[in-house]
């Protein structure tokens, strides 16, 4: 039959030892082990609120950022476009004083045409939206082109004929594809 003191794990007993000896060292052993242990115990605790601590900052940060994100995303959303609206400001002025002007002549009324047509061509180029409007011959782009009818022409087939309307593109995006007519095969 074992022995339930026995501990295959514990210190060597020497075997010069009373028994109340050798149970005051397993005793001490133990309280040695307890201790070690308690103080694991107190170690992880307190290296497990630190990292508590750690990820309810985090969180707080991360909601933060989120919020003034959005915050961010609603303003350019909001004022985005602001500076577009400032270029035309300009063409606004010029119809304006265009139309305070009576009894003009036909030649003032073209001239203000086209200065106010320029500055209007300008503010859409600084604010990157470009025409397209394509010179007669070139091959047609199904991309950057409607065509809207095909008509007989000396041109090579599938080129452009003439333009009825310009087309935009903003930033390399087609707003408005220019309609054209194109040359039909022969």
Do not use: C
């Not at 005051?24 to 630190?50: I, P, R, S, T, Y």
């Amino acid at each position: 039959m074992s022995d339930p003191k026995y501990n295959p794990f514990a210190e060597p007993v020497d075997p010069m030892m009373s028994p109340e000896e050798i149970e005051a060292a397993q005793a001490a052993n133990e309280a040695d082990q307890f201790g070690a242990l308690q103080a694991e115990v107190a170690e992880l605790k307190a290296k497990n609120a630190e990292l508590a601590d750690q990820y309810l900052r985090a969180k707080a940060d991360t909601e933060n950022m989120r919020r003034r994100s959005e915050e961010e995303v609603a303003k350019a959303r909001k004022f985005g476009i602001e500076s577009f609206a400032e270029s035309l400001l300009p063409v606004a002025d010029s119809l304006d004083a265009a139309l305070a002007i009576e009894n003009a002549t036909a030649e003032q009324l073209r001239e203000g045409s086209d200065a106010t047509l320029r500055q209007l061509n300008s503010a859409l180029e600084r604010n990157k939206v470009m025409v397209i409007n394509p010179p007669a011959g070139t091959r047609f782009d199904p991309h950057q082109h409607q065509g809207i009818s095909m008509v007989p022409s000396d041109q090579e087939p599938n080129t452009i004929v003439s333009v009825l309307q310009k087309g935009y593109l903003i930033a390399d995006r087609v707003m408005r594809p220019a309609l054209v007519t194109v040359a039909a095969p022969q």
